[in-house]
């Protein structure tokens, strides 16, 4: 039996103070005889000298009893049969902790990520003198300490970040953490070099290692649980609310919105189902509901809240109100709901059709109209002269509350009206030009070449060449996942095998600030972006509809259009599409500066940079965030909850082994506390019994 | 004098002198039974001159005034001032309450200083001194009984002497002084008045009013009643605030045992005195008796010749 912290058994010597105390006493009091004693006040009675023990099997109870607490605060434990696959030769060791959600499990009473530092606290003490230990969790803000033979440094850090962070979210993966181990593990030293992994068996814990690490480094990985050679055991039972989204019900009012929850119950019977309690919050307001579940399935929950008439954003936050949750971490989500949160879309057909297949704004309703967030969408389409006559009578006025201007196929606006729609462009509203016949490259770059990502050159057949007069066909290529339209997009897009007949080709500029977003195989630019003043502009090099191109048939069409329409209209700012993950960062326009609200109430003001890109990624707290900037055109606000991947707890395969050579075992120690809870209980009860029979004599 | 000697052991030599100067009261007039040196309400033997009036048989015929009788053509009396005797009672609190205090502050010394103080004019002046003394749950009435002034006296001052103690029985003591004072004269009450209840199931607030009540009494019977009120400042202004312990203790043991923090302790003990002050002071003024309230800070000569002076809050004489 050893003492996790035997420090604390300094505090027994503090047993004698009560004794000593008892019997030396309080100074006496001093006696006064007095005449006028029905004038004083009599208080409560004063404790005075006794050098005297009147019950010394009180005393002797109550002693024992703190002696056994202090006992439990120094954590004996007892070596047990736990082996720790540490390298018995001095050696260099990187200590990686798993950090990520599924480490809060509480199994018991113990968090996997107590138990984790308990076995951190193994190694450190069973590595062999003259080892250098680091350490570097999965959390991003976790601390990083560099191999140093200081191992106290180690555990000090490691306590200091448990204790001052009770719930962990959006770490990376053990794997993600593997590159910064090894670099941190110095090569030029000669000794060996471990890397201790940490961590459950889940997908993003121990499951996410490789067979081994790079460079002759040997990786190891240790559970928190059982040893990796016996078969994983069952994860406690627990339930979390992975996704919460939110849709207009106008059916039942105009204010009305439709809120689903989806909860998800990981592990328990399979045979029984789990009622969950679940809680909607929006402004004080809490409206309890309750969903069945089954085991490792989802089940929805909806709840219908009639907003009140008023501007911008409202949060809201569900939550599962169980009073014990093996993961209480993930039973809570935020998002922002509103009424107003249209995006209004006006699509200019400029090469009207009564054949669907030449009519651009059938192909790009009928893709917008398939969007999961089309009740957010406004649609309504016009005629160039309507929008150009709309726009001499009313000037600004008439497109000052679209969101999104499209120009398909449509001939240049005019020189008087131009300049309005730049100017909108420039205050925040979005402009889509996709070409077709009806382009002049002369008039555009001429009356819009402000707005354009790049002038145009002029349209021609792909794959004309010098010599050759056989028209082909162009594919597009893989779209730029840096751009944020195609950002988190998992997958082929669908489009690989779109064939362009016709593309309008681009004059360079390097002057031009332009995105690329997508490409033609042969390299030509097929979709481009730019921004300008707090508006976006976007440039398809060829038609939405089968004039030049087959990509309305394609799949991939379809998110192809919501993608991008979403981006260039701001969707992503308003309440309906403002949701990230923890530590994902998010980009703004159209400012030199603004300041985020995070849920704490802390302010962060960001600048941009110099490509005019605003970047917060402060995003560590689930939570509603506001955006404040000078000149807004709508309340920007977001919510960031966490990845329904880090509630997954169960257990995956475990690739990774420790190497057999070289390898020696250090025992591993077990809390052996519980033990004294038995003569604890014992001795209150005792002291209860002796003072209930003084009371009675 | 024999008489200064017997009571110097109470009194200081210096006090004598401005004792001699003093007397027991001012008039009203007293009614005593024996030729004394108070005028009387009644006209009688004195050399003094006071009225004429006819004659009326039985009347003494030594006392007529033959020229008046002459001048008016009929016998006529001449009255003259009846010097008559006074009746001094000392009624004593000897109880542990009066051994308070240190040295000249103590109040037991105050209290025996004036009581000689009173034997020593009305010796002088040949009044008569009755003395009744409470201690230890008991009366001494032998002051009471008549006696040869030395002889009462050294009886004083024996019993002075003595140091108080235990309990003072209020009821006893006033009753034993009423069934023997039917004669006018000066009735010295001499205590704190603190604590004056025949126990500590009795309020006493209330007690002391019907002590005033039976004092009241006495007056009805033509006696002049004079309660000197003997404190000390410790009974007056609490001294013991502070954050230490004190444990109380009832010099009579009577009350138990207070004990606590000082500055807890005297919470309002300011207050709740002065109101009780003020209640002897109401009780004693609306009964027509005299109130003497002396603090043991002031010197022991001035406080002995306030008992004379009339002196203090209230007169000695009675405003009856």
Not at chain 2, 208 to 225: H, K
Request: glycine share 8%; net charge negative.
């Amino acid at each position: 039996m050893t003492l996790l912290a035997p420090a604390l058994l300094l505090g027994l010597l503090g047993l004698g103070l009560p004794v000593v105390a008892h019997l030396l006493g309080r100074e006496p009091p001093q006696v006064i005889r007095f005449a006028a004693l029905r004038f004083l006040k009599a208080g409560d009675p004063v404790v005075t000298q006794r050098r005297r023990v009147r019950d010394r099997g009180l005393l002797a109870i109550r002693l024992l009893l703190l002696a056994l607490l202090i006992l439990v605060l120094a954590r004996p434990s007892s070596l047990d049969d736990r082996q720790l696959a540490v390298l018995a030769e001095p050696h260099d060791a990187m200590i990686v902790l798993d950090a990520s959600m599924s480490m809060d499990l509480r199994p018991d009473d113990t968090s996997e990520l107590a138990r984790a530092r308990d076995v951190i606290a193994d190694i450190v003490r069973a590595l062999p003198d003259q080892s250098r230990v680091g350490l570097l969790t999965t959390d991003a803000n976790g601390p990083e300490i560099a191999p140093s033979l200081a191992a106290d440094e180690v555990m000090n850090a490691l306590d200091e970040w448990l204790s001052d962070t009770t719930e962990h979210y959006g770490a990376k993966t053990l794997a993600a953490c593997l590159p910064q181990a090894v670099a941190t593990l110095e090569s030029g030293s000669g000794r060996p070099r471990v890397i201790y992994a940490v961590g459950d068996r889940t997908a993003r814990g121990l499951g996410s290692l490789p067979v081994a690490a790079p460079d002759d480094i040997a990786l190891v990985p240790i559970t928190t649980g059982t040893s990796l050679d016996e078969p994983a055991p069952s994860p406690p039972e627990h339930v979390g609310l992975v996704d919460v989204a939110w849709t207009p019900a106008p059916e039942i009012d105009p204010r009305a919105i439709r809120i689903t929850a989806t909860v998800h119950r990981y592990g328990g019977d399979p045979e029984q189902v789990l009622a969950v309690p679940v809680e909607l919050n929006i402004e004080g307001n809490t409206t309890p509901a309750e969903v069945n579940v089954p085991a490792n399935a989802d089940a929805d929950v909806e709840f219908t809240h009639t907003l009140l008439d008023r501007e911008g954003a409202t949060p809201a936050t569900l939550r599962l109100p169980l009073r014990s949750d093996a993961l209480p971490t993930d039973d809570v989500r935020h998002l922002w709901i509103s009424n107003q949160d249209q995006l209004d879309i006006a699509i200019v057909n400029g090469d009207p059709s009564e054949l669907r297949a030449h009519d651009e704004v059938f192909f790009l309703a009928t893709a917008l109209r398939a969007s999961d967030q089309h009740e957010h969408l406004q649609l309504r389409s016009l005629a160039p002269d309507q929008l150009e006559q709309n726009l001499r009578e009313h000037g600004r006025a008439a497109i000052a509350e679209t969101d999104l201007l499209i120009l398909a196929n449509v001939r240049a606006p005019t020189a008087d009206v131009a300049p309005i729609l730049i100017d909108r462009v420039r205050e925040g509203m979005g402009l889509w030009i996709t070409v077709g016949d009806r382009v002049a490259t002369r008039e555009y770059n001429e009356n819009l070449g402000a707005v354009l990502p790049l002038l145009l050159r002029g349209p021609v057949y792909a794959g004309t060449a010098p010599g050759r007069t056989q028209a082909r066909t162009e594919a597009f290529a893989s779209p730029q996942l840096a751009h944020p339209i195609f950002a988190g997009l998992g997958g082929e897009l669908g489009l690989s095998q779109t064939q362009t007949r016709r593309l309008m080709l681009l004059e360079p500029d390097p002057e031009r600030a332009t995105s690329l977003a997508l490409s033609f195989a042969g390299g030509a630019p097929a979709l481009l972006t730019t921004s300008l003043g707090a508006g976006r502009v976007g440039l398809l090099t060829t038609t939405v509809d089968r004039d030049w191109s087959d990509l309305p048939l394609r799949p991939g069409f379809v998110p192809f259009v919501q993608r991008t329409a979403a981006y260039l209209g701001g969707l992503e700012s308003a309440a309906a599409g403002s949701v990230l993950t923890v530590d994902q960062a998010k980009e703004f326009r159209g400012a030199d500066s603004l300041t985020v609200i995070d849920p704490r109430g802390e302010a962060h003001r960001i600048v941009a940079d110099n490509d005019g890109v605003l970047r917060f990624d402060a995003t560590h707290v689930p939570g509603h965030y506001r955006v404040e900037r000078a000149a807004s055109r709508r309340d920007e606000v977001f919510a960031v909850q966490v990845d329904r991947s880090e509630s997954d707890t169960s257990p995956a395969t475990v690739q990774a082994r420790a190497p057999e050579h070289d390898r020696a075992s250090a025992p591993g120690t077990v809390p052996r506390g519980q033990l004294l809870f038995w003569p604890i209980a014992l001795l209150l009860l005792a002291e209860a019994v002796w003072r209930w029979r003084r009371a009675i004599q | 004098m024999a008489e200064s000697t017997a009571l110097a052991a109470l009194l200081p030599e210096s006090l004598l002198d401005a004792l001699r100067q003093r007397s027991l009261t001012s008039p009203p007039r007293t009614s005593g039974a024996r030729h004394g040196e108070h005028r009387s309400q009644r006209a009688g033997l004195g050399l003094e001159f006071r009225d004429h009036r006819p004659y009326a048989p039985g009347d003494d015929l030594r006392r007529l005034d033959w020229r008046a009788a002459a001048r008016q053509d009929r016998l006529i009396l001449r009255q003259q001032e009846a010097e008559e005797e006074l009746t001094a009672t000392i009624v004593l609190d000897a109880g542990a309450n009066m051994a308070y205090g240190e040295g000249e502050t103590n109040k037991w010394r105050h209290a025996t200083a004036m009581v000689g103080a009173i034997a020593y004019v009305a010796g002088l002046a040949h009044d008569r001194v009755r003395f009744a003394i409470g201690r230890d749950g008991t009366v001494d009435t032998s002051g009471l009984l008549a006696a040869p002034a030395r002889e009462q006296q050294a009886r004083l001052v024996d019993l002075c002497t003595q140091p108080p103690g235990g309990r003072t029985p209020w009821t006893e003591l006033l009753e034993s002084v009423a069934s023997s004072s039917r004669r006018r004269g000066v009735t010295f009450v001499i205590s704190d008045l603190l604590d004056v209840a025949y126990d500590i199931e009795q309020d006493a607030d209330e007690a002391l009013v019907r002590l005033c009540d039976r004092l009241a009494i006495f007056r009805t019977r033509g006696q002049t009643v004079v309660l000197v009120q003997v404190l000390h400042d410790d009974e007056v202004r609490f001294r013991w605030n502070e954050s230490k312990a004190f444990r109380f203790e009832d010099l009579v043991k009577r009350r138990p045992v207070i004990e606590g923090v000082g500055s807890q302790l005297g919470e309002g003990f300011d207050e709740r005195v002065g109101a009780y002050l003020e209640l002897v002071g109401s009780s004693a003024t609306s009964r027509g008796l005299s109130r003497l309230l002396t603090r043991t800070s002031t010197p022991l000569a001035d406080n002995v010749l306030r008992v004379f002076s009339g002196a203090g809050e209230f007169p000695v004489e009675a405003r009856a």
